[in-house]
């Protein structure tokens, strides 16, 4: 069973320019979270996508966008980079949907985003 | 989102057993407690989660307050393998049987041999 992977491991950008991380879910999952690690905090949660659809979001800017293609890989675009967009970013996919089954969140080892 | 409150950091001795707290007095009846863990250079992986009854499985335990306003982790023999950051965290619905994550900055374990 091949876990989450995350590609690249690290990216350096400049202020303004655009950047697409991507995320390959494990084998079978459906749903795939993205989270914001800054320095010395805990994840914060961006957004969600279930069967292609967002479902879900958090308090982020319509600049951080996703896509979730049809073999639940997916896609971080983050437009209009600010300085205070570098961060880790997390992939995490789980099964979801299933009555009363639980919904473990596994991870990725994320991308390191350096924005100068 | 209800929040939980943790210490910023605990230290322990290898081989002893480990208590990590958590205080989550604005839980909901439906919010379940998880915990997950974060090893350096690696993403967050996860431990155990519960609703009212204690829990154990093979990475730890997890005690859970009868009234649920709190919860400890147990490690039952701290490893060096086990020096992380534990965050606990209260599990929300976002539609379609799919839950959201909420972190907070979660306590920093380090562990001496």
């Known amino acids: 069973e091949t876990g989450v992977t995350q590609s690249p491991t690290h990216l350096i950008k400049t202020r303004g320019q655009q950047v697409t991380l991507r995320c390959s879910s494990q084998s079978g999952h459906n749903t795939v979270s993205w989270y914001q690690q800054a320095l010395g905090q805990g994840p914060q949660f961006i957004f969600q996508y279930y069967r292609e659809e967002e479902n879900g979001r958090g308090n982020f800017p319509p600049r951080f966008s996703g896509l979730q293609f049809p073999n639940y890989s997916s896609e971080l675009n983050v437009n209009a980079l600010e300085l205070d967009d570098s961060a880790l970013y997390l992939c995490?996919?789980?099964?979801?949907?299933?009555?009363?089954?639980?919904?473990?969140?596994?991870f990725g080892p994320g991308t390191r985003l350096t924005v100068l | 989102d209800a929040k939980t409150t943790q210490p910023n950091s605990m230290e322990s001795n290898e081989e002893e057993p480990v208590h990590l707290p958590c205080n989550h007095s604005?839980?909901?009846?439906?919010?379940?407690i998880h915990w997950y863990r974060q090893l350096p250079s690696q993403g967050p992986e996860y431990v155990i989660h519960g609703l009212t009854s204690n829990v154990n499985n093979r990475m730890a335990s997890l005690a859970i307050a009868e009234d649920r306003k709190s919860s400890t982790l147990i490690l039952h023999r701290a490893t060096l393998r086990d020096a992380a950051v534990y965050y606990c965290?209260?599990?929300?619905?976002?539609?379609?049987?799919?839950?959201?994550?909420?972190f907070g900055k979660g306590t920093k374990l380090s562990v001496i041999p």
């Open positions: 995490a996919s789980s099964l979801d949907g299933l009555a009363g089954a639980y919904n473990e969140q596994f």
């Open positions: 604005t839980i909901s009846g439906t919010d379940y």
């Open positions: 965290i209260l599990r929300a619905y976002s539609g379609a049987g799919s839950y959201q994550l909420t």
